[in-house]
T-cell receptor, first 115, second 119 residues
């Protein structure tokens, strides 16, 4: 079975700082990769996803992520964070088993952006 | 975008009672919905996949007789926690798949979650 690791549980940044959140997965086959965000008091929203093609994917709100197959990684980046980016971020993966719709989530990273 | 609602948002019940949580897709039809459970400071764990008009598929380790799932219409799935105990206290989140079909991935839209506390 696949698993997802997010090594940064809590991250605190100042506004305008650059962000990189780590995500590693374990699965030997083809995967689809996702980053979700949960703003305080709101539901999970999709930030971006990777299925195939260009390993550098761009999402909403200036976020991007790079799929590095050799490292089983899908790190999330943003060059300059804003206070409004304060949220919890979840990396997730699906595989082709189960119809490709069963999401396996990482434990999440709580990001706090200070003014 | 597609909206998924959950009701109630919070519920407190006594040990031994049952509680029902509703998940509705408000502006689209969802043949497949998913139920997740989230413990504090932990990830979302998939409990079951709910398919309209058929029995739910439960993940390994999830008691189907304790967590009853009904997906009677294309816009509503319910999760009933039967004979609840304090260890069932958790945050329950549903999601709805935007497009029907299998094999291809379709975006899931998540509900806001339901906080269950069993006393």
């Amino acid at each position: 079975a696949q698993s997802v690791s997010q090594h940064n549980h809590h991250v605190i940044l100042s506004e305008a700082a650059s962000l990189e959140l780590g995500c590693n997965y374990s699965y030997g086959g083809t995967v689809n990769l996702f980053w979700y965000v949960q703003y305080p008091g709101q539901h999970l929203q999709l930030l971006l996803k990777y299925f195939s093609g260009d390993p550098l994917v761009k999402g909403i709100k200036g976020f991007e992520a790079e799929f590095i197959k050799s490292k089983f990684s899908f790190n999330l980046r943003k060059p300059s964070v804003q206070w409004s980016d304060t949220a919890e971020y979840f990396c997730a993966v699906t595989t082709l088993t189960g119809g490709g719709n069963k999401l396996t989530f990482g434990t999440g990273t709580q990001l706090k952006v200070e003014l | 975008g597609a909206v998924v609602s959950q009701h109630p948002s919070r519920v407190i019940c006594k040990s031994g009672t049952s509680v029902k949580i509703e998940c509705r897709s408000l502006d689209f039809q969802a043949t497949t919905m998913f139920w997740y459970r989230q413990f504090p400071k932990q990830s979302l764990m998939l409990m079951a996949t709910s398919n309209e008009g058929s029995k739910a598929t439960y993940e390994q380790g999830v008691e189907k007789d304790k967590f009853l799932i009904n997906h009677a219409s294309l816009t509503l799935s319910t999760l009933t926690v039967t004979s609840a105990h304090p260890e069932d206290s958790s945050f329950y989140i549903c999601s709805a798949k935007y497009m029907p079909g299998t094999g291809a991935w379709h975006e899931q839209y998540f509900g806001p979650g339901t906080r269950l506390t069993v006393t």
